[in-house]
């Protein structure tokens, strides 16, 4: 089992929507989470830290749920340029950072 | 502009030609690392040091091998490069402290024949 699982996708939305991706992972020692978006062929850049309250950035919602392991991230009004690949990413101590497989998204017209 | 920057960013080689792919990051980062990224596996971590002088096994560390004698450059060396390291190679950077966000670099994709 891997110790970060993202639902592969691809999710085919139209603009306008709100979608929703889930991420779980199995080291309960996991201390910092983050989701990082990758445009196709590029380098992941970050989108959001997730922290434990729940955070928002304007369309974009990040929940964390410790004690099911389990962190979400939410886009609403989704726009052509959401398209991408996002990344969920967990860090265990210093150094151990995992990364999610990612979850492809494409908004159409 | 804060930047990590790799080189060559498109290479095709043949098994067992020795190559170097070269990472240098602006932002005086203590951390540096190298990933590479394959189809439905993400990104695994091959090496990374945590400062100068200071390196240490990723997941994938078997054919590689790296080096750290400044602080702004992190080279990854393929000795003997073979058909199963095609992929695409990622160095990113952080500081050690903080908030762990990690600025990667545009990324370099090897082809081995």
């Known amino acids: 089992r891997k110790e970060v699982e993202q639902d592969p996708g691809p999710f085919n939305v139209p603009e306008g929507a709100t979608v929703a991706f889930n991420c779980t992972y199995s080291?309960?020692?996991?201390?910092?989470f983050f989701w990082y978006r990758q445009d196709c062929r590029k380098e992941p850049k970050l989108l959001m830290s997730?922290?434990?309250s729940g955070n928002e950035d304007g369309r974009f919602t990040a929940q964390l749920n410790r004690a099911s392991q389990y962190i979400s991230l939410l886009i609403r009004d989704s726009k052509l340029s959401d398209s991408a690949t996002y990344l969920c990413?967990?860090?265990?101590?210093?150094?151990?950072?995992?990364f999610g497989a990612g979850t492809r998204l494409t908004v159409k017209p | 502009e804060a930047q990590v920057t790799q080189n060559p960013r498109y290479l095709i080689t043949v098994t067992g030609k020795k190559l170097t792919v070269t990472c240098s990051q602006n932002?005086?980062?203590?951390?540096m690392s190298w990933y590479r990224q394959d189809p439905g596996l993400g990104l695994r971590q091959i090496y990374y040091?945590?400062?100068?002088?200071?390196?240490d096994k990723g997941d994938v560390p078997e054919g590689y091998k790296v080096s750290r004698k400044e602080k702004r450059n992190f080279p990854l060396i393929l000795e003997s490069p073979s058909p199963n390291q095609t992929s695409l190679y990622f160095c990113?950077?952080?500081?050690?402290?903080?908030?762990?966000?990690?600025?990667f670099g545009a990324g370099s994709r090897l082809t081995v024949l």
């Open positions: 932002m005086n980062h203590e951390y």
């Open positions: 040091s945590m400062n100068v002088e200071v390196t």
């Open positions: 997730v922290y434990s």
């Open positions: 990113a950077s952080r500081r050690n402290s903080g908030a762990n966000v990690l600025t």
């Open positions: 080291n309960s020692a996991s201390q910092s």
């Open positions: 990413v967990v860090l265990r101590g210093n150094n151990d950072m995992r």
